[in-house]
């Protein structure tokens, strides 16, 4: 009888199916969050990568398509605020210069409207702002800087808007302009208001819109990068150690009143 009871507890036992114990478990868990504390840093900087190259590839879209449109139209780039506002209205503000020129330029852009979205931006798309008390028509807003015209001496006199000779806008003439002068680039900018900063950063490190309040600091640590679009077609990556003023660090005090200030007092300085 005993016998029967332990060749039948002993295929009882047998019949049960192993699970994993709570060490196993664990142990599986750990290597798991090692793997991917390995791996998504990686990735991370792959989509990185991948965001310039798609930002570069829209750069020199437009600025092929700009060159196609000054040879229709008598070597002249399409104009801004400073010069193609018939009420003499200017908008020192270069991400709002798409405004006079969007529609001008759309049937020369495969991608339409995608073209000026820069993908390392996140938080800003192509949208037009309606009609208000500030402007004539509304204005289009994109995540690029469209430079022709943003300092250009035949056409408006030298102000203390523009900071520095390098890089340079492009003149709205196309052929006066040298293959290194800016058609295009990515939008790094902060404002102050009563002493609170926002701004704005394309491929951030962390963050893509600062609302009003944040620490400059944090703004500056921000800034990644920035791709331009030059007159001869090719794109260069310049990195935040030669992105403010003369080709300085936007770190240091000298570099931090960037290439261009739209407000001309340091309150709107742009980075690129």
């Known amino acids: 009888m005993l016998t029967i009871q332990k060749k039948d507890m002993a295929m009882r036992m047998n019949g049960r199916k192993?699970?994993?114990?709570?060490i196993e478990l664990l142990v599986v868990i750990a290597i798991i969050a090692l793997l991917l504390s390995i791996v998504l840093p990686a990735l991370n900087a792959v989509k990185r990568r991948a965001k310039y190259i798609v930002c570069a590839a829209n750069q020199g879209?437009?600025?092929k398509s700009m060159r196609v449109y000054a040879m229709d139209n008598k070597d002249m780039l399409p104009g801004n605020w400073f010069n193609n506002d018939p009420a003499g209205q200017i908008d020192p503000i270069p991400t709002r210069w798409w405004t006079v020129m969007v529609d001008k330029m759309l049937p020369y852009w495969a991608d339409g409207l995608d073209v000026v979205l820069c993908p390392g931006n996140n938080d800003r798309d192509m949208y037009h702002v309606p009609d208000s008390p500030a402007s004539l028509s509304g204005y289009w807003m994109s995540s690029?800087?469209?430079m022709p015209g943003l300092y250009d001496p035949e056409k408006i006199p030298?102000?203390?808007l523009w900071k520095d000779v390098n890089?340079?806008?492009?003149?709205l003439r196309f052929g006066r302009n040298r293959g290194d002068f800016l058609i295009v680039a990515d939008l790094n900018a902060y404002y102050r208001n009563d002493d609170k900063f926002g701004g704005f950063v394309n491929h951030p490190k962390r963050g893509t819109t600062f609302p009003i309040g944040a620490?400059?600091?944090d703004i500056l640590r921000g800034i990644e990068g920035s791709n331009r679009g030059h007159v001869d077609g090719s794109v260069s990556r310049v990195g935040p150690d030669s992105m403010g003023k003369d080709g300085q660090s936007v770190f240091t005090p000298q570099g931090r009143n960037g290439r261009y200030d739209h407000m001309g007092n340091g309150d709107r300085p742009y980075f690129y």
């Open 18 to 22: 192993k699970g994993f114990t709570l």
């Open 61 to 63: 879209q437009i600025v």
């Open 144 to 146: 690029y800087l469209y």
């Open 158 to 160: 030298p102000s203390n």
């Open 167 to 171: 890089p340079k806008a492009a003149r």
């Open 215 to 217: 620490p400059l600091d």
